[in-house]
Structures are given as structure tokens and as C-alpha cells.
């Protein structure tokens, strides 16, 4: 079971507690400890995360398959619920364990303890890994 996170915190992308299409082929693997095969519109929640008394920017180490452009949404309470940061995610790597970093800001300061969902948008032929993301 997914222990609730906290910021400052580095958080293991493949320690999802749900993703949105557990029995078909647009399945999320976790895969070496980060996660991978994150298509466009797919998701992930970590449950009851904790944002104690708020953070200002999220950091996320993640590629592109295949070198296309493509962002992480990163939403409370629902995969369609209040948009709290938006990344670009613009760079691949050649090496399975190389991740680049990217930096968000937030659109607001969330408090307390709440469901958070990264949304995967990669376009038609985009798939996503993610090693892991913080939020300070």
C-alpha cells in the first residue's frame, strides 16, 4: 500500500497506488523502479499525498520515447480535476537510466492532505517514462 508522501520529499514515480488502464495495453508498467509506457491521456494517482502547509514548484525527472514533446499534468482529487502544475517534458535519452529534469511552477499553493494524479498527455505517437518528482 502506498505510504502518504510529503514535500521536500523525492518521490518514486512507480510507487502509484492506481493507474487508469490496469487490464489493457495502454497499461503503465512500473519497470526498474520508474515508470514507463505512460501513453497520452493515462494516469496515475498516489493517494492522500501530503502537502503539509504548501509548496511553490514540482521538479519531475521523465523522457519521451521517442523524442516527441509531451507534458505531465498534475491534478487533485481526479484525473480531471483542479490543474495544480503543467510540465513540458521535451528531451529523450538513449539510456534507459538517464532522466532529464524539468521544473514547474504552481498554480496555487495546495495544503493538507489530498489525491494526486499525474495526467499524461504525449500525443498520438508519445509514450512517457518517469523516474520521480518532488515538490518544494
Known amino acids: 500500500e502506498f505510504v502518504p508522501s510529503e ?11 492506481e493507474e487508469s488502464h490496469p487490464d489493457d495495453r495502454s497499461r503503465i508498467y512500473p519497470t526498474r523502479n520508474y515508470l514507463s509506457n505512460a ?3 493515462t494516469w496515475v ?3 492522500s499525498f501530503n502537502f503539509g502547509d504548501g509548496a511553490s514548484s514540482v521538479l519531475i525527472s ?19 480535476g483542479e490543474l495544480l502544475a503543467s510540465v513540458e517534458i521535451k528531451s529523450k535519452s538513449s539510456r ?16 493538507g492532505q489530498q489525491d494526486l494524479y499525474l495526467v499524461f498527455k504525449s500525443g498520438s505517437r508519445g509514450h512517457m517514462s518517469v523516474d520521480s518528482f518532488q515538490f518544494d
Open 45 to 47: 494517482r498516489f493517494k
Open 7 to 17: 514535500i521536500g520529499t523525492l518521490i518514486n514515480a512507480a510507487a502509484y497506488d
Open 39 to 41: 501513453r497520452d491521456e
Open 96 to 111: 534507459w537510466y538517464e532522466f532529464p529534469t524539468f521544473e514547474g511552477e504552481l498554480l496555487f499553493t495546495p495544503l
Open 62 to 80: 521523465a523522457k519521451s520515447r521517442y523524442g516527441n514533446p509531451g507534458q505531465v499534468e498534475f491534478r487533485l482529487g481526479s484525473p480531471d
